[in-house]
T-cell receptor, first 111, second 115 residues
């Protein structure tokens, strides 16, 4: 089965600083990887996906993710974090017709 | 275009009661999913329907049943609720079979408490 892991439960950054949320994957074959964000009391929202092609994927709200095959990682990044980026972030991998999600990383951006 | 809708938003049940969570999507997606979200455990797949007329068990199917009523609707039933089923339930949909890997679109969730 395909799986992802998010090694950090929480990430805290100051507004204006770079934000990185880590994700590693374990798959057989080529991975299809996703990032989602969940704001309080809301459903998950799609941010971006990697299927094939460029290793740097750009998504919504200024986020991007870097696919690294040698390190089996798919880290989410934002060059300058905003307070409004405070949320729960999930990495996911496509597993047959399903998605397998990581446990999530809570991001807090302080003003 | 409402996307994925879920009813109810909140529900409190007593142990042993039954209820059905409703989900509908208006994006003409083939595949639909039910997840539960518990603190520190991410989202766990309960059941999914890859296409109309099919349903399959996910990671945590015990205590639940599903019905794919038509292409739009996918319901989740708890026959005899237990406190361990206290959770937030999310429905999602995606493009499905033969259409390549798609992102899933999620509903707003149902917060269920079983006392």
């Amino acid at each position: 089965a395909q799986s992802v892991a998010q090694p950090e439960d929480q990430v805290n950054v100051a507004e204006g600083n770079p934000l990185t949320v880590k994700c590693t994957y374990s798959v057989s074959g080529n991975p299809y990887l996703f990032w989602y964000v969940q704001y309080p009391n809301r459903g998950l929202q799609f941010l971006l996906k990697y299927i094939t092609g460029d290793n740097l994927v750009k998504g919504s709200y200024g986020f991007e993710a870097e696919f690294n095959k040698s390190q089996t990682s798919f880290h989410l990044k934002k060059p300058s974090a905003l307070v409004s980026d405070s949320a729960l972030y999930f990495c996911a991998v496509k597993d047959d017709y399903k998605l397998s999600f990581g446990a999530g990383t809570t991001v807090t951006v302080r003003a | 275009n409402a996307g994925v809708t879920q009813t109810p938003k909140f529900q409190v049940l007593k142990t042993g009661q039954s209820m059905t969570l409703q989900c509908a999507q208006d994006m003409n997606h083939n595949s639909m999913y039910w997840y539960r979200q518990d603190p520190g455990m991410g989202l766990r797949l309960i059941y999914y329907s890859a296409s109309e007329g099919t349903t399959d068990k996910g990671e945590v199917p015990n205590g639940y049943n599903v019905s794919r009523l038509n292409k739009r609707e996918f319901s989740l039933r708890l026959e005899s609720a237990a406190p361990s089923q206290t959770s937030v339930y999310f429905c999602a949909s995606s493009g499905g079979i033969g259409q390549g890997p798609y992102e899933q679109y999620f509903g707003p969730g149902t917060r269920l408490t079983v006392t």
